[in-house]
């Protein structure tokens, strides 16, 4: 990475025409860099503005001609984002307007930011811990409401006063043995062994306690995926509309439409979905749809929940009974959805199932039938009331260092139990705080951050 000497600058809103366009500078050089491009239509100049205040003015190009006209805002070092002096021109959303404001900055002497890199100077700068700067990723991709409360839940710091809790724990366990083994003829309280025993049993409590969040984390960032199965013409793709809000697939009366994987995102009840509509599962000669069934069959078999749909304007066929034994056979998660509930009077689902199995009637035409289905899911991934907003471990990265955590005071414990000498433990609990310290980025490698930072966006 570039030295942090130097200033950096992005365009910091999507690409395309909007109502608003921002551009971010960040570095040593941002506050004169910024004087320099923008002319206050005000008797002061910018500095002489208070920082974090907007102020109204021209943004100028480097001939000093008019781009537009913006507001301007700067912070200094360390009240700031990153950590070091900052400025912001918030223009018109014009591509145009945004990319001569850019050409502006670079002539006075600002480079390009990479990928996330205003973030990774708040990393770098101690204004965010690295589990806070995630966070602004997966706020950034949050695709739920609780996924963007838990993201800004962490953004806040919940996850890492969570583990520091732990850390300091483990750190006092550390730092009294030293003091014990160190200092011998001083008057240092000896550790006892079941005191120990208790401060490590209490503090592996607590990081299963913390694993046993990811599961629900990575729903929330990720999304569940949940493919739609059934046969040719049951009702998927309409289904899929209907949950979406909008046409995404095409539907029509011919039967084998679909012939590849639809994936959209949605929200139902508080739990995200990543819907896939697939094929219809039937034999077929036909050497597309034949591939399309494959990859239905795969999604069936990678999902995290299954619908399984049926149109009950129909008889069900020997396909409907040999979908439903397919689904039952996978393991997962699923939910028995009848279709087409606008076309017949009376219920014509009863007992196609077991009374065990989650299911619904529903009419993709008229919506109805569609909150129960959102009751369901939910029923089948409920949120955990217990664990505050922001408390949750998200990525894989995160799991594993925490396991590998847990896995040190395990291995602690049990040596204690074996009859080894307390300070043969320390190496263990040594081990226990170096995974702790990359979770919120005190021990990490520097090619995990390159990683982590390189997923974000152009700006942030």
Known sequence: MPLQSDTIAAISTPPGPGAIGILRLSGRSAVRIAVQCFKPLGPKSLPEHSPRSLVYGSLLDSGGQPIDRVLCTYSLSPSSYTGEDTAEFHCHGSPMVLSLGLEALFA?????????????????????????????????????????????????????????????????????FHAVLDYPDEDIDPFRLEELDHALRVQAEELSALLSTCGRGKLLRNGVPCAIVGRPNAGKSSLLNAMLGWERAIVTDVPGTTRDTVEERCELEGV?????????????????????????????????????????????????????????????????????????????????????????????????????????????????????????????????????????????????????????????????????????????????????????????
């Open 108 to 176: 006075a002497g600002a480079r390009q930011a990479g990928p996330g890199e205003f973030t990774r100077r708040a990393f770098l700068n101690g204004r965010l811990d690295l589990a806070q700067a995630e966070a602004v990723g997966d706020l950034l991709e949050a695709r739920s409401r609780e996924g963007a409360r838990h993201a800004a839940g962490q953004l806040a710091g919940a996850l890492s006063r969570r583990i520091g809790v732990i850390y300091s724990a483990l750190v006092d366990v550390m730092a009294h």
């Open 272 to 460: 995200p979905l990543r819907l896939i509509d697939t094929a219809g599962l039937r034999d077929t000669n036909d050497p597309v749809e034949k591939l399309g069934v494959e990859r239905s069959r795969k999604a069936m078999e990678e999902a995290g929940l299954i619908f399984a749909v049926v149109d009950m304007s129909a008889d069900l066929t020997a396909e409907d009974r040999e979908m439903l034994q397919a689904v039952e056979e996978t393991g997962k998660p699923w939910i028995f959805v009848a279709s087409k509930k606008d076309l017949v009077k009376n219920s014509r689902s009863i007992g196609l199932v077991g009374g065990d199995t989650p299911s619904v009637e529903v009419s993709a035409l008229t919506g109805e039938g569609l909150d129960e289905l959102g009751k369901l899911v939910a029923d089948l991934f409920p949120r955990e009331e217990t664990v505050p907003y922001g408390q949750l471990l998200t990525n894989t990265r995160q799991e594993e260092a925490a396991g590998r955590a847990l896995g040190a005071v395990r291995r602690a414990r049990e040596a204690l139990e074996a009859g080894f000498t307390p300070d043969a433990l320390l190496t263990d609990v040594e081990e226990a705080l170096s995974a702790l310290g990359e979770l919120t980025g005190q021990s990490v490698r520097e090619d995990v951050t390159n990683r982590i930072f390189s997923k974000f966006c152009v700006g942030k």
